[in-house]
């Protein structure tokens, strides 16, 4: 593709609010009551709801796709640390940087509202 700088991945973002987390526990049949139970999660030291790390963690996986296409994500691997969970509510952002002169391993990141980070990593793309 061409028109567009691939030094960065196109940001992506979401809003993870009450029924994109249900959708998704009933997707992967993980009702964990963090995810899903106000009464129970606001006793935790989480003080409520907090979205499945991995429903933010798809957003790297789809920026990477709004960049190069859908078959961007064959052989690429990604590498990342959850650094602060994703509330109900929020909005997360996902993009990254290209990290490498020969372009095939970007910087990562997905961010909540505040540009506060939640996931970091590096994505190395495939062959």
């Known amino acids: 593709m061409s028109g567009f700088d691939r030094t960065e991945l196109v940001r992506v973002s979401k809003t993870i609010d009450r029924p994109a987390i249900r959708l998704y526990a009933e997707i992967t049949d993980d ?4 995810h899903v139970d106000p009464d129970f999660a ?10 499945h790390g991995m429903l933010s963690l798809n ?13 961007a994500a064959q052989g690429a691997r990604l590498e990342v640390r959850f650094v602060r969970p994703v509330r109900e509510n929020d909005t997360v952002s996902a993009g990254g940087r290209i990290k490498d002169a020969g372009g095939r391993l970007y910087d990562v990141v997905v961010e909540n509202q505040n540009g506060e980070p939640v996931i970091t990593g590096t994505l190395t793309l495939g062959a």
């Open 31 to 34: 009702f964990n009551p963090i």
């Open 59 to 71: 957003l790297i996986w789809q920026s990477l796709r709004a960049t190069y296409g859908p078959g």
């Open 42 to 51: 606001a006793t935790t030291p989480m003080r409520g709801i907090i979205a």
